[in-house]
């Protein structure tokens, strides 16, 4: 550390901030971009702490790069799509998924662009459970939690599924998040999409229903094939409540039904983890015990596999700025690769569960 730094940090911690007031004044006037006169604020701190964005920024667009030369339509490289037989198991998502038939596969059926985002892979993940257990299949039922915008509902209603899509009621609270990053079903058309089925189609096969996670309605109960959510449970307070939630999704089921459910799995610690907060991240130990009480219940589950995978994208963290994020240095904002992502200073990505009900 260089003497000027010393002296620096020692003339701060030695200055006598007598009241809270004082306090914000001499943080801001440490961390303010230019002075009272528009030059360079010049102080250390800000040489250390204004340039962390861009460095960022580099790393994203770095990985954004490798993304583009591995996957989707400039895929440069050319690497191979593996023949690998899809097989349920609670997972993780990993890079080798997305070099597989079965993943291409549901990006075609869905019609979206196998790109290095977990929220593709969670899509997948839904539907070749579904396909394994043979519940694609006309005229079945299906409710999705939590649904926001995603483009499930329309993809079952083309094959002739029909589907109950829910989202909390707009008045709830916790909602406004949601509404405001345009992430809620206010209507049934905000989640149709024309690519997947004709309007027709969607209005005659899929209806919308508000439901509270934490507060499942009794009426829905044993009424359907398959139940889903894509990354819902962590939002519903604890870790507890996203436990709580899994087993209630069991009781929609009808004999022989699977339910299907991703969410926030913190790979870096079995210990130290969020709870109790808007986004909670559930860790091995909670899955383990999740694993061993459904079971217990009599319900089918499969294996459970904590990798992350080893390959050099496995080790990519993404960091904000993200596509949602505003006020950063371009409106085009690198969406992938995003397979793990920091969230609040845990590395952490997505994890699938699958349950099938006893005939």
Known sequence: MS??????????????????????????????????????????????????????????????LLSKLLFGSTNILNLPV???????????????????????????????????????WELTYVLNNLEHYGLITPEFAGIGFGCGTEPLPSYFASIGINITATDLEPSNASAKA???????????????????????????????RYEDMNNISSDLEGKFNFCWSICALEHLGSIENGLNFIKRSLDMLKPGGIAIHTTEFNYSSD??????????????????KLHKEITKAGFEVPDIDFSVGDDPIDWFIDLPPFPWDKGH???????????????????????GIVVRKPL
């Open 3 to 64: 003497d000027y730094f010393k002296k620096f940090i020692n003339s701060q911690l030695s200055r006598q901030i007598t009241d809270e007031h004082n306090f914000k004044n001499e943080l801001e006037s440490l961390l303010k971009l230019t002075t009272a006169n528009s030059h360079p604020n010049i102080n250390p701190l800000v040489e250390l702490l204004r340039d962390i964005p861009i460095i960022k920024w580099n790393l994203k667009v770095h990985g954004y």
């Open 178 to 208: 949601w509404i405001q990053t345009d992430q809620h079903i206010s209507d049934s058309d905000k989640i149709w999409v024309s690519d997947l089925c004709s309007k027709e189609e969607f209005k005659s096969r899929v209806s919308l």
């Open 329 to 351: 240095y371009s409106n085009d904002l690198p969406s992938e690769p995003h397979l793990k992502l920091s969230v609040d200073g845990f590395p952490s990505t997505c994890f």
């Open 82 to 120: 593996s023949n690998e037989i899809f097989f349920p198991k609670w997972s993780a998502s990993v890079s080798k998924d997305f070099f597989t038939g079965w993943f291409r596969k549901s990006c075609s059926d869905l019609k979206i662009e196998p790109v290095l985002h977990r929220k593709i």
């Open 271 to 288: 210990e130290i983890t969020i709870d109790n907060w808007p986004t909670v991240l559930f860790r091995k130990q909670d899955f383990l």
